[in-house]
DNA sequence: CATGAATGAGTATTCATTCAT
DNA sequence: GATGAATGAATACTCATTCAT
C-alpha cells in the first residue's frame, strides 16, 4: 500500500507534481485523468485530493512549478555570459528543451522535449472560467518577460545592446518567438525548420539589437 | 430561402460554421458544447448533426474556414503594395485582427478579435488522437507558411528583399511571432504592449529584411 | 424526384415491405433505419410513413409478408409429392432457403439464404412491449405449424405415415429443428455441418413416421 | 464484506452479471438498459461501468455466466445415468428449465424459465457488428455442443448408442430441437404443446439412437 | 403526394470528487 | 492518512417521427 511520503507532506506534494507535469504537457488539462496520474504515481485517487482539492488547484501548482523553474534555468543560462557569446544554437537548445537544464536536479523528471505552449492553451482555457487563475498566470506570464528584460537592461548598462532598445518588448518578442514556434512544431513542422527559422529570425533581431 | 433547394444545406453549414467559430476561439474545444452552439443558433442539437457528422468533424470545418478566410486576407492585403509600403501598424491590424478584412463581407460575423492560438491548441490536444486531423492541419499550417513565403520570395525578385533571405524561414517567423504574442494577449498582457513588442521586432526584422 | 408508384397505394406498400424484407432479416429490427430503407428505394424517409404509420407497423406486414409467402411456397412444395418421395436433401432445401420458390415471381428479391430466426428474435422482442403484435405472431405461428400439419394428416389418411403420429406435434418438431438450426448457422457452424445434422435427424424422424 | 477486499469486486461483479441476466433474457439485448439494470441493483449507473467497460462486454460476460452454468448442469445431468434410463420428461425439464440444477446454488437467481433463445438472437445482432464477439460466440457454441457429443460418445463405447450414429450431428440436432421449441414458446405455443412435442420427437430420436 | 430539415426524447458513457472503511 | 467503490452531473450522439414547403 504505496504511499506518498507521509512524514514530508511538501515533498508529496511535489512528487504529484512532477508526475503531473508530464502528462499535462503531453496530453493537455482536459486528457490528462486524475485516475491516470495517480495510478502512474502508484497511489490512490484519493491521495492526491488530500494534497490539491481540485484538478484545478493541481494544475495551477504544476503551471507555478514549471514556470519558476524554467525561469531559474534561463537566468543562470543568461548570467553565465553576455549577449554577443550566446549562440543561436545555444539558445535554441535552451529555449526549446531543458537539456542545459543546471539549476535543479529534480529536472530531470522533464526527460523529453517540454512543450509550453499546451500549458498555455490549457491555461487560457481554464482562465476563461476562473478569473483567479487568470490572474495569477498573467502574474507568471509578466514575472517571466520581466526576468528576460531584466536581463537585456543589465546589458544596456554594461554596453552591449543598444540604448534604444526597449527591454521589455525585446524579452517580449523573443518569448513570442519561442511559443509561436513551438505551435509550429506541434502543427507538424520538422524541428530542422524551426531550428532554421530561429537562427534567421534571432540573427536578425541581434543585429539590430547588440551594439557591435 | 426554400429548404429543398440544394443551396440552403451550405448556407445552413456555414451559418452553424460561423456560429461555431465563435464558441471554439472563446471557450477552446472541450468547453464549448453542441448543446450550447444549437442554442444559440436557434435550433436543436439534432440539426447540427445533420451538417456534421460529429463535434470534430464540425470544428475540422471551422478551422478550414477560418484559415481560408484569413488567407485570402492576407493574401490580398499583401499583394496590394511592397512591403516597404506596409507600415507596421497596418500589419499589426491586419494579423491580429480583421477590421481591414476587405475580400468577404460575411466576414462580419467575426466581430471580435480573432485567437488563433486557442484553435492549434484545441487542434494539437486533437491531432494527438486523430491521425488524419493531423495531416490535415499540418497541411494548413505549412499552405499558410507558404503563402507569405511566396509573397516574399515574389518582392526578393523585384527587388525589394535582400536575395539571400530565407522566404520560408522569414514567413514563419513572422507567423510564429504573432502567434506568440496571441498567446501574451490571452496571458493578460494589454493590447498596447503587444502591439509595441510587435513593431520592434517586426521593425528589426524589415531592417535586415529589406534592400534598403 | 422518385415516388413510390402513385398510382398504386398497394403496389407502393409492397416495394417498401419488399425492401425492408432484406433490412430486417440481415440486420434485425433495431439495427435496421427508416432511412436506409428509404435511400435504399430511392425514396424520402416521409414517403414510407405514408404508407406505414410507423416501423413496428412496417415491420409486423414484414412478417406476415414473410410468412404467407414462405407457407405458400412450402405447402406447394409439399402437395406436389408424397413424403416418401421427398428427399431429406430437397426438404433441406426447401426449408433453409429459397431457390425451390415458385409461388411468386417478385420473391425473387429475397436473393440470399433468408434468415428467419433474426425475425423471430425481432419479434420477440417486440411482442414484449406490444401485446397486440404478440397476438399477431402467435397466429401466424400456428397457422404455419398448422399447414404443415394438416399435409401430415393428409398422407395419414393416405397411408404414407403411421396413424399413430401427432401431426401437429410433426410439424412442430421439423419446424423447430429448422429454426434451431438457423441459430446454429447463425452461431457460425458451416453450412455443411447443418446440412449433416439435418439429414441425420430427419432421417430418424422420417424412419419412425413413415409407414414402410 | 469490507470493500478493500480482492472478493468485493468479485462479488460485485456477480451481483451485476445475474440481474442483467434477468435483463437481458426477459427484454432483449437492446432493450434494456443500462440505467434500468443500475436502479433495480440500487447502485448508480457509473458504479457498473467500474466492473464492465460497456454495454457489449457486460452483455459478453452475461453469456458466458449463462452458459458455463448451463453446461456444468447438463453434464452434471447427463453424466449421472446411461441414455436409457433418461425419461424425456426428465431430459425436457433439464433443457427447458432450471429446476434440476443441482450444481451451483446461485443459479436460484434465475428463478424464471430461462429463453436461451433470446440471447442468441441478441448475439447474433451484435456479432455482426462485433467480429470479436462473434469469435467468441461461436466458440461457446460449438464447446456446448461438444460436451453433449461427448457424451454420446461415451455411451456409444459402452454399447448404449448405436456405432453409426454421428455424436456431433446428433447432438447438434437435440439442441436444435431446444432452440427450436423455445422459439415456438416466444411465439405463444403453450408449454404443454411443447412438451408433447419433444417427447414424440425425441421417442422417435432415441429409437433410431440407441441399442435396444 | 413527396420531400428532407428539424425535432427532442432517449442512451451509453465519462470522470472529478466524495466518503465509509 | 490512504483506499477505491460509488456517485451523478454532464455530454455527444441517434433516429423515429413530424410538418412546412
Known sequence: MPKVFPEYREEAKNRIIKQS???FSEKGYYKTKMAEIAECLGVSKGAIYQYFKSKEELFLEVIKFYVEYTQKDLVAFLNSRPPKDISTDEFFDIMFNIEH???FENFKILDKLFPPLDFKLAMSELMTSNP???EEMTKYYKDSIKLMA???ENYKINGFIKKDIDSFSLSMGITSIQDGLMA???MGIEISE??????EITKM???STLVE
Not at 194 to 199: E, F, L, P, T
Request: net charge positive; proline share 0%.
Open 101 to 103: 537544464s543546471t539549476s
Open 132 to 134: 483567479l487563475m487568470k
Open 194 to 199: 524551426i531550428r532554421k527559422s530561429w537562427k
Open 21 to 23: 507535469v508530464k502528462f
Open 150 to 152: 531584466d536581463y537585456f
Open 205 to 207: 533581431i541581434l543585429k
Open 184 to 186: 509550429a512544431m506541434q
